[in-house]
């Protein structure tokens, strides 16, 4: 009688630690958690079903600044110095997925692009594995193009929505660097892009508000103008904003189209 005792309790447990492990299994693969993120203040809690995930609005592109992707690796995925981004391409063309997609990666530090001050939580961070000194692989450049079309299939964004680290945070940034190809991405629809000849802007076109109807933030001027040039036109010297910059940012900022 004991031994059969002792065998029914253990087909209870067997069958308890099944059912354990079904309702984990489900609850992972239907992303809960214990109990939803909310106020602290006292509430009820009533599920509703009308809801989806945030959806990005930016992709913003980096250089890692490191000399490998290993050295990539450890600043990305240790608690210090706090930073990830959700994907980081190595530069055989390798993708490593970071950060889920529906999570805040922490890539664009104090940051600001049109509407948006707060790019991490706006957006998708890609980190290429590059040293800034470097020019990109034609592999890495490819694996790019391939993972920017699958966010904008998936996301619908706009051509105008992907962006450099540089752009959004202008004061303090350069990645991903003046050796980037933002003109191969802007012809597969990664990015805004003009080709001469640019339409003349009016007398007395304000360069600021330019460069603010893209996206800039151009509350320390000059940085932005620097990050605009690192993007669009990396081989302008000029002490100011040449003829051919203003018509630049002009045709970009959409004013020219304006009736």
Not at 48 to 76: K, M, W
Request: one cysteine or more; proline letters at 8%.
């Amino acid at each position: 009688m004991a031994g059969h005792r002792r065998a029914g309790g253990l087909s209870r447990l067997r069958a308890a630690a099944r059912l354990a492990t079904t309702l984990l299994v489900a609850c992972a693969l239907a992303a809960c958690s214990a109990w939803p993120l909310g106020t602290s203040i006292p509430t009820r809690w009533q599920p509703s079903a009308n809801f989806d995930q945030r959806r990005p609005t930016l992709v913003v592109i980096h250089y890692t600044g490191s000399e490998t992707a290993a050295d990539a690796l450890r600043t990305l995925t240790t608690a210090t110095p706090a930073v990830s981004a959700h994907y980081l391409i190595v530069r055989d063309g390798s993708i490593v997925q970071l950060v889920d997609e529906r999570a805040r990666a922490w890539h664009a530090g104090e940051s600001r692009w049109g509407a948006s001050f707060d790019v991490n939580s706006d957006s998708i961070g890609i980190e290429l594995d590059n040293d800034g000194r470097t020019p990109y692989p034609q592999a890495q450049i490819d694996a790019l193009l391939a993972l920017l079309a699958d966010l904008q299939r998936r996301y619908r964004l706009p051509a105008a929505a992907f962006v450099g680290h540089a752009d959004v945070a202008p004061w303090r940034k350069v990645d991903p660097g003046p050796l980037f190809p933002w003109r191969t991405l802007a012809a597969s629809g990664f990015g805004q892009w003009c080709d001469p000849p640019y339409p003349e802007p009016p007398l007395g076109f304000d360069f600021a508000l330019g460069l603010r109807a893209i996206g800039y933030d151009t509350r320390q001027l000059d940085s932005t103008w620097a990050a605009f040039r690192l993007h669009y036109a990396p081989d302008e010297t000029a002490a100011e904003p040449s003829e051919r910059e203003r018509a630049l940012v002009y045709c970009l900022s959409g004013l020219a189209s304006s009736p």
